[in-house]
Structure formats: structure tokens, C-alpha cells
């Protein structure tokens, strides 16, 4: 009967390297499972098949099967790891932990149960607990590199601890000078530090990525596009340091622009993209900001500073180029989400007003599940940032009377932003046409669409600005000119509000189907009663 154990392990091995999780399941049935002549080695089918159930993100049957394995061999502390790696994947984190704990009871020398132990703590977000496994990972084992790194990013990321995190990302690589994440996080904390400080550790950043290009098995990963997007700029900024002073003071006005605690958040639409976002369940789209429907968009912020963002052919002065901007998502608070003015606009149907609908979402989940669909890090340790941009911003409101001021709804930063504006100004000034200006039109154009004109000041718009760098790059061709865009996530299961425009026919009609849509997850639907005329 050993033949046949024998011949079994050698079809699993041959079937899981084709990644046929289906056949696999055929042969690990429960009478296989249970045959006598099976038993000496039955809880290692079991961990296969909860392996496999764990591939096809099953994970309540993994841990079924990780229970039977460990009912059958409770001293394996490797079992344990396995059944905590399925708590984690399912967002569980207090039971990975849990099952961590006792794999480091039964071998008090096991790594990776305290990395991954170290892992979880950093995904419910304690991140002091995370930092102390970790430090506990690296006194069990002081070479292994990843703990190091981990640890370098909650310090960077979390603390701003840019000096301690390039510490542990140096001594991760002094231990494997092949560890190609030490590289990319050390050079993003030389890049971050460098925009605390002074620009004396941005050739030391630029070193970082190009090394991590070389290292890296995967130039089309999002790493390898932010590695090659900071080298082109840092080449820049290096050669010409004024640049690096307006990248600092952009990102100071955008930070007086954040919100931080918003927790829904309203966009106007027609219904028929509601019908794409909730009954097809489509994602999201925002579109690039050449695309934006008001002709006007940040010409407004262009105009503050006296800059010229398109370049004139020398040859031909009647032609010019176009620079590529931010992708934008156009929002307002949730206060507006039933507004006369706003079904005016934007709640329209084939073009006709207060046809639309509006749709409120709750910020914070919007933002995670952006977050998500990123690439995690590796090595199993909760993701913890993001490069782009996922944030929501207040628009301004610039009002022309004699003296130029700043509207800033629901926020009392307008002095601290026109000292920024007036020194953005300054530094801008040194620029002239016909120079290399694109790092410099990249981070003008990155704030340039949160300044509007003081007429349309009662919208308190919110937007959504990101590169979007991870994201595909489509294109609608289906209407009267091409349409660049990507696609975010799916929102139909963070919809608070849903609320149907003063002139839409059928609503109750809506109502059924959306009830049946959602069933018990039905968000609030209401219809607008406002007095449209």
C-alpha cells in the first residue's frame, strides 16, 4: 500500500504545479482521506487540501480541514501556522494571532510564526504591538531580512520615523544584499525625509530605486512604475533644487485641503451609470482632466500663479501641446446630497435635468477598497501604504473683488493657504517658456483642479486626485470625443444614501428593484420632493 501513497503524492505534486485545484479536490475526497493505509500521513493531506480550499478563498473549509489536521497531530506547530495564515486571509486577525501564539508555545524558535504573528498585529493597526513582534521576530532569528524591512515601513509609514526605518531597511540588506523591497522602502524614505527636510538624500533615494529596477523580476509591478516615475523626477530635481521647494510647498497646500474626517461622501449622476454601479455591479470611473466637462478647470489656479501650462510651438504659435493631468473625481458633501442647484447640474438623464440620481458612500470603506485592489506587500505583512494619492479634498473658491481671497467651506485654513500661494508664486516665477518644465507642470497640475471660480461656490465640491499610476488606462471612443479614464473599485456595497432626482419617472419601480438588488443590504432610497421647476 505504500506505492499507493507513494503514487498519490506524486499526482498532487504534478497537479498543484499546473495549478488543477479541481482535480487535486477529486483525489482528496473523505474516503481517501480516511483509508487505513493513509493515516501515518492523513493530517498532511488534510493541510494540502485546506492549502487548496485556501487557493480558491474558501476559507471556511481550509480551516475545517486545518482543525482535522491538527485534531490528528496537535503537537505540529506548523499546523497551527497554517490555520492562523486562513484567520488572517479572512481579516480575522485576534485568531491568527491566536493560532501564532500557539505555534511559537510549541516551537519557541519558529520565525515565521512570529513574522506573520508580527503581520497581524499591523493589520488591526497597533502598530506599537507590530513594532515589539517584530523586534521579538529579529532576537529569535537577527538574519532574517523581512522583519527588518516590515519594521522599517510601520516605522516609516506610521511613525515618520525616516531615520529609524532607512536603519532597518540597511541592515536588512546588510544581511542579503538581494532583498529587492530594502531598496525600493529605503529609497522612499530618503524621498520622504528629503521633503521634511532638505534635498541633501535625494541622490541616495535615486541610487535605491535604480537598484531595486535591477533586482526586480517584475518591471510591470507597481513598484517598478513608481521606481521608474521617481527616477525621472529625481533626475529633475537634483539638477534644478527649486523644483524640489515647489514639490514641498504643493503638497503643504493640498495637505491645508485634506479632509481628514468626512464620513460620506455624494456623487450626482445620471441613472443609467447607476444602473452600470449597482445592478451590473461596474466600477467606478474617474476621468483624466483634460476630460472634465467645464472647459475652465484649473485655468483658475494657473491664472493665481501667472503660469502658462501649455507649451507653444516655436514653429507655429497658433498650435500647442497638451499636458497630461490628474484623474479626478468630482464629489460633494453629503450635506448637498439633495440640492436644487446640484439636479440642476449634475443629476441629469440623456441630458435632462433632475432626471439623475444621487448616490452617497461612505468615505472611509471607498478609500480601503481602493487601497486593496493595490499590490499588497510582500511576505505576507498587511499593506500598509499606498504611494498614490487616495484622498479626498476640499475645492477652493477663489473670489475676485479688488483683493484676491480664498473660500474654503467648512474649514478655517484660508490665511495659511494664500502665504503658500503667494511663495508658489514666487518660485514659479524663475520658468519660462521653452524650458524643461514637466516635473514641474506634473506638480502644479496635481492641485491645479481643487481652484474654481467663487461663482460656483455653493457646490462645496469635494474631489478625489490621483495619478493613477496602478490603474489601466481605458478609453470611451463612443461618444463625440475620446474619453480617458480608470476604474476604481465597485461601490455598490458602500452606498449609504440613494436619493432619486424631483423629475424621475417610475421611482417606485427603482425602489422594487433596488430592494431586490440588495435584499437585506438595502441602503437608505429615498425620492427628491424639492420644487423643480
Not at 528629503?194 to 535615486?206: Q, R
Not at 452600470?276 to 484649473?298: A, C, Q, Y
Not at 490621483?466 to 481605458?474: L, R, Y
Request: hydrophobic share 35%; glycine share 4%.
Amino acid at each position: 500500500m505504500k506505492s499507493d501513497i507513494n503514487n498519490l503524492w506524486l499526482k498532487l505534486n504534478e497537479l498543484d504545479k499546473e495549478k488543477k485545484f479541481d482535480e487535486i479536490l477529486s483525489l482528496l475526497t473523505v474516503e481517501e482521506l480516511e483509508r487505513d493505509d493513509y493515516k501515518h500521513t492523513a493530517d498532511e493531506l488534510y493541510i494540502w487540501r485546506g492549502n487548496i480550499w485556501n487557493k480558491k478563498k474558501d476559507y471556511d473549509k481550509a480551516i475545517i480541514d486545518y482543525n482535522k489536521a491538527i485534531e490528528i497531530n496537535p503537537k505540529n506547530a506548523e499546523l497551527y501556522l497554517w490555520r492562523g495564515n486562513t484567520w488572517y486571509d479572512k481579516k480575522d486577525y485576534d485568531e491568527a494571532i491566536a493560532d501564532y501564539s500557539k505555534a511559537i508555545e510549541i516551537n519557541p524558535n519558529y520565525t515565521l510564526a512570529f513574522y506573520n504573528k508580527s503581520a497581524a498585529w499591523a493589520a488591526k493597526k497597533e502598530y506599537n504591538k507590530a513594532i515589539a513582534a517584530y523586534t521579538k521576530t529579529i532576537e529569535v532569528n537577527p538574519n532574517y531580512p523581512y522583519a527588518y524591512v516590515s519594521r522599517g515601513n510601520i516605522k516609516r509609514v506610521f511613525n515618520g520615523d525616516y531615520d529609524g526605518a532607512i536603519a532597518d531597511y540597511s541592515d536588512a540588506i546588510k544581511i542579503n544584499k538581494d532583498v529587492e523591497n530594502a531598496y525600493y522602502y529605503r529609497g522612499f524614505a530618503y524621498y520622504k525625509k528629503s521633503l521634511n527636510e532638505t534635498s541633501i538624500d535625494l541622490p541616495k533615494s535615486k541610487q535605491d530605486f535604480e537598484k531595486y529596477l535591477e533586482l526586480t523580476t517584475d518591471e510591470n509591478n507597481d513598484g517598478a512604475k513608481y521606481a521608474k516615475l521617481y527616477i525621472e523626477e529625481l533626475k529633475e530635481v537634483i539638477e534644478d533644487p527649486n523644483l524640489w521647494f515647489i514639490k514641498q510647498l504643493v503638497n503643504n497646500i493640498k495637505d491645508t485641503l485634506w479632509i481628514r474626517k468626512e464620513s460620506c461622501i455624494t456623487h450626482y449622476t445620471s441613472l443609467s451609470v447607476l444602473k452600470d454601479l449597482i445592478f451590473d455591479d461596474s466600477k467606478f470611473r474617474i476621468s483624466e482632466g483634460n476630460f472634465m466637462n467645464d472647459p475652465s478647470e484649473g485655468k483658475e489656479f494657473f491664472k493665481l500663479i501667472k503660469y502658462k501650462p501649455d507649451t507653444f510651438s516655436k514653429a507655429s504659435p497658433a498650435t500647442e501641446s497638451v499636458s497630461l493631468k490628474p484623474f479626478i473625481g468630482s464629489f460633494v458633501i453629503k450635506d448637498k446630497c439633495n440640492n436644487l442647484n446640484m439636479w440642476r447640474f449634475y443629476g441629469k438623464e440623456k441630458g435632462e435635468e433632475a432626471k439623475g440620481c444621487s448616490i452617497t458612500l461612505r468615505t472611509d470603506e471607498f478609500i480601503e477598497n481602493i487601497e486593496n485592489t493595490l499590490s499588497n506587500e510582500k511576505d505576507k505583512e498587511a499593506r500598509l501604504e499606498n504611494d498614490s494619492d487616495i484622498k479626498f479634498y476640499r475645492v477652493v473658491y477663489v473670489i475676485h473683488n479688488g483683493v484676491t481671497k480664498f473660500n474654503i467651506p467648512n474649514s478655517n485654513k484660508s490665511k495659511e493657504l494664500e502665504i503658500l500661494m503667494k511663495e508658489l508664486k514666487k518660485k514659479v516665477e524663475v520658468y519660462k517658456e521653452g524650458d524643461n518644465r514637466t516635473s514641474l507642470e506634473r506638480y502644479l497640475n496635481s492641485v491645479a483642479f481643487l481652484f474654481k471660480n467663487d461663482a460656483y461656490k455653493n457646490e462645496d465640491e469635494v474631489r478625489l486626485v490621483m495619478n493613477g499610476i496602478e490603474f489601466p488606462k481605458k478609453y470611451n471612443m463612443g461618444v463625440s470625443s475620446p474619453r480617458v479614464y480608470i476604474e476604481l473599485v465597485s461601490i455598490k456595497d458602500i452606498v449609504s444614501k440613494i436619493i432619486l432626482g424631483p423629475k424621475v419617472d417610475k421611482g417606485s419601480e427603482w425602489l422594487a428593484a433596488f430592494n431586490y438588488r440588495y435584499g437585506e443590504k438595502t441602503p437608505e432610497i429615498k425620492f427628491s420632493h424639492l420644487p423643480y421647476k
